[in-house]
T-cell receptor, first 115, second 111 residues
């Protein structure tokens, strides 16, 4: 398996523009997670899905952020409009069915720079 | 906030064992101890987890004290590729969505 695939690897945009980050989880994994990592705040959970349904979005910073999972093999995280403080590395992770022995598998991340 | 305390940084000589400590004095009886690491410019990678007993896999060993208030991750023969930030996390079984990654320990393996 190719692992969790994220695109783009790097994104540079201007303030006010819409940004869409993409994620393909590992086939067969029921859970998908979006994280954000900054130097100041470390790794933060934004939202996670189970069987394509959002379970907990309490980590989404504000209404400018939205996430969707239209099917089991694809998810997007959208920021509209983007702001410089959104600059961070965004990670997608997936996990098999719920249980103590399940692991998170992370993608390589998207480095977002908002100018 | 993270429920664990780890040293900010550690050094280790290549080929020697790296012992990374973690304090989790408020851990509950049903909470597991998880270890992940993050190599520069990559996503975090699962290493190992345990509840009460010591655990070993192909990557590392996990030693949990009898009172479960602390643990040590052991990389038996550290290589340069083990240079990374190591995160110690506690959480309930099935709590993938609630794992809180703290600051971790920056391990530098030196030749």
């Amino acid at each position: 398996d190719a692992g969790v695939i994220q695109s783009p690897r790097h994104e540079v945009t201007e303030m006010g523009q819409e940004v869409t980050l993409r994620c393909k989880p590992i086939s067969g994994h029921d859970y998908l997670f979006w994280y954000r990592q900054t130097m100041m705040r470390g790794l933060e959970l934004l939202i996670y899905f189970n069987n394509n349904v959002p379970i907990d979005d309490s980590g989404m910073p504000e209404d400018r952020f939205s996430a969707k999972m239209p099917n089991a093999s694809f998810s997007t995280l959208k920021i509209q409009p983007s702001e410089p403080r959104d600059s961070a590395v965004y990670f997608c992770a997936s996990s098999p069915t719920w249980g103590a022995h399940e692991k998170l598998f992370f993608g390589s991340g998207t480095q977002l720079s908002v100018l | 906030d993270a429920k664990t305390t780890q040293p900010t940084s550690m050094d280790c000589a290549e080929g020697r064992a790296a012992n990374l400590p973690c304090n989790h004095s408020t851990i509950s009886g049903n909470e597991y101890v998880y270890w992940y690491r993050q190599i520069h410019s990559q996503g975090p990678q699962y290493i190992i987890h345990g509840l009460k007993n010591n655990e070993t896999n192909e990557m590392a060993s996990l030693i949990i004290t009898e009172d479960r208030k602390s643990s040590t991750l052991i990389l038996p023969h550290a290589t340069l590729r083990d240079t990374a930030v190591y995160y110690c996390i506690t959480g309930y079984g099935g709590s993938q969505g609630n794992l809180i990654f703290g600051k971790g320990t920056k391990l530098s393996v030196k030749p």
